[in-house]
C-alpha cells in the first residue's frame, strides 16, 4: 500500500477536512499490513485498516482530531490493549488533512513527505536519505510514504444499475483508475464511485482508450455495446468484457465479423461477464466480474481475465 494523493485531494475537496489513518507499523498477527490506510470524515470514511476494535476506536479518535487538527502516533498492542484476538501490535498514525496541509506535501524521490505539526523545520537530509519504497517512515517530526502508483485504466461503457455495481465494487481495490462512462449527465448517480466521463459518441471516446486498459460494456443499447466492441477491435486492449448471454455473444460474434473483424479478433470480447452461478443481481454480477479482474491484475499486467 501506499500514499495515494488523487484519493486524498479529492476527499479534501469534498468535505473540506478529512482525517488519514495509515498502519505505520504492523508486528505479529495484525488485521492489515503496514502502508494500509483509511480517510474518515463526519458521516463517512473510504479504505479500511482492518475493520473490527481497532477501526471503530481509531475512527472515533480520528473524528475527534479533526477538530483540533495536527497529527498523533500511537502504537497499540492488540491483545491487552483492545482485546482483539490479533497478537500483534500495531503503530498508527493519524493526520488531519485540509487545504493548509495539501500546501505542506512535499514530493521528493517519489514519496509523500510532510511535516506532523505546523512548526517543523525543513526535513533533515538524514530522514530524506532513508526513504524506502515500503510502509510509513517516521522521523525527526516528519512522516513519508512512497507514492500510489498509477493503476491499470478500468474503463465502465455504461453507468445504469450494473455499471454502478461495477464501479462501487471495483473502486475500493487498490490498482485500478476507474471512469464511468455514459452518454448524458443525469445517467450518473449523484456521487459517482468512479471518475464520470461524458461520451455522446463512442468513436472519439474509444479513440482516447489507453492500450493497457481494461474495458466493462454494460450500456442500455444492444447498438451501442456492438459500436464500442467495433471501436476497441480496432485498437489494443487488456481485456474487454461485454454483458449479456451466450445467445448475445454469438449474435455479436457474427455482427462483429460482418463489420470485417475476424474470429480470433472478435473472440477477444469476452461475454458473458460475472460469475452465472451467482445469479443476475447487478452487485452479484459485479463480484463475479471483480473476481476476474482481480487475476488479469495478478498477472503482473500481462496476462488475460476470463470471465
Known amino acids: ?7 486524498l485531494r479529492r476527499a479534501v475537496a469534498r468535505h473540506g477536512r478529512v482525517a488519514r489513518i495509515a498502519v505505520a507499523e504492523a508486528k505479529g498477527s495484525a488485521p492489515r499490513e503496514a502502508g494500509a490506510s483509511m480517510l474518515v470524515w463526519p458521516g463517512g470514511q473510504e479504505g479500511t485498516i482492518g475493520g473490527g476494535t481497532l477501526e471503530w476506536q481509531a475512527t472515533e479518535r480520528a473524528l475527534a482530531r479533526l477538530a483540533g487538527g495536527g497529527a498523533a502516533v500511537e ?16 503503530k498508527l498514525l493519524t493526520e488531519v488533512w485540509d487545504d493548509d496541509a495539501l500546501t505542506r506535501l ?67 481495490l487498490p490498482g485500478w483508475d476507474i471512469s464511468l462512462i455514459d452518454i448524458a ?31 466493462l460494456i454494460v450500456t442500455h443499447s444492444h447498438a451501442r455495446d456492438l459500436e ?5 477491435l480496432l485498437r489494443d486492449f487488456a481485456f474487454a468484457g461485454l454483458i449479456g448471454s451466450e445467445t448475445k455473444r454469438a449474435r455479436f460474434g457474427a455482427r462483429l465479423r460482418q463489420m470485417g473483424h475476424s474470429d480470433a479478433s472478435a473472440g477477444r470480447i469476452a461475454c458473458p461477464i460475472g460469475d452465472p452461478a451467482l445469479g443476475k443481481h447487478p452487485q452479484a454480477i459485479a463480484l463475479g466480474v ?16 476470463t470471465a
Do not use: K, Y
Open 185 to 215: 449527465p443525469e445517467r450518473f448517480p449523484a456521487d459517482p464511485p468512479a471518475v464520470p466521463v461524458i461520451a455522446p459518441e463512442v468513436a472519439p471516446a474509444a479513440a482516447r482508450a489507453p492500450a493497457e486498459a481494461a474495458h
Open 228 to 232: 464500442i466492441c467495433h471501436r476497441l
Open 1 to 7: 500500500m501506499s500514499f495515494d494523493e488523487a484519493s
Open 290 to 305: 471483480a473476481t476476474s479482474l482481480l487475476r488479469l491484475t495478478s498477472t503482473s499486467h500481462e496476462g488475460s481475465a
Open 75 to 90: 502504537t497499540i498492542p492488540l491483545g491487552p490493549g483492545i482485546g482483539q484476538c490479533c497478537g500483534g501490535a500495531v
Open 106 to 172: 512535499r514530493i521528493e524521490r517519489g514519496h509523500a513527505v510532510r511535516p506532523l505539526s505546523q512548526n517543523a523545520d525543513a526535513p533533515p537530509a538524514a530522514f530524506l536519505g532513508r526513504l524506502a519504497r515500503s510502509a510509513v517512515h517516521l522521523s525527526a517530526g516528519w512522516a513519508a510514504e512512497p507514492l500510489a502508483r498509477s493503476g491499470r485504466p478500468l474503463w465502465i461503457w455504461g453507468a445504469g444499475h450494473v455499471g454502478r455495481a461495477l464501479a462501487a465494487v471495483m473502486a475500493p
